[in-house]
């Protein structure tokens, strides 16, 4: 069983600031990538970010300068810090990761529940 649980959505105003959790838990052997991705409504799903496992990063061109992905290894968490936000950030925010489980040959993909942020004055 494999779990990944969000946190740190919510409601800021624009230009602030938000720092966005994902842990996985359950029985774990190994994680690849790691991403967040986010929808809007009436929105398609958008990578918004991702980060392998040995830290190389990549981002949306939307989010580029603002939004920064880490990950620490040994919490099995990633992280998404958003700053100067602006309301077209506005949108549900999930979790992705590719993970291996025990006798597994092959990677498994697994999503976050979603949290929310809402970027308004």
């Known amino acids: 069983q494999v779990q990944l649980v969000e946190s740190g959505g919510g409601l800021v105003q624009p230009g602030g600031s938000l720092r966005l959790s994902c842990a996985a838990s359950?029985?774990?052997?190994?994680?690849?990538?790691m991403a967040w991705y986010r929808q809007a409504p009436g929105k398609q799903r958008e990578l918004v970010a991702i980060?392998?496992?040995?830290?190389?990063?990549n981002y949306s061109d939307t989010v580029k300068g603002r939004f920064t992905i880490s990950r620490d290894n040994t919490k099995r968490t990633v992280y998404l810090q958003m700053n100067s936000l602006k309301p077209e950030d506005t949108a549900v925010y999930y979790c992705?990761?590719?993970?291996?489980?025990?006798?597994?040959?092959?990677?498994?993909?697994?999503w976050g529940q979603g949290t929310q942020v809402t970027v308004s004055s």
């Open positions: 359950g029985r774990i052997f190994s994680i690849n990538n």
């Open positions: 980060i392998a496992s040995a830290g190389t990063t």
């Open positions: 992705y990761a590719e993970i291996k489980n025990y006798f597994n040959t092959g990677l498994n993909d697994y």
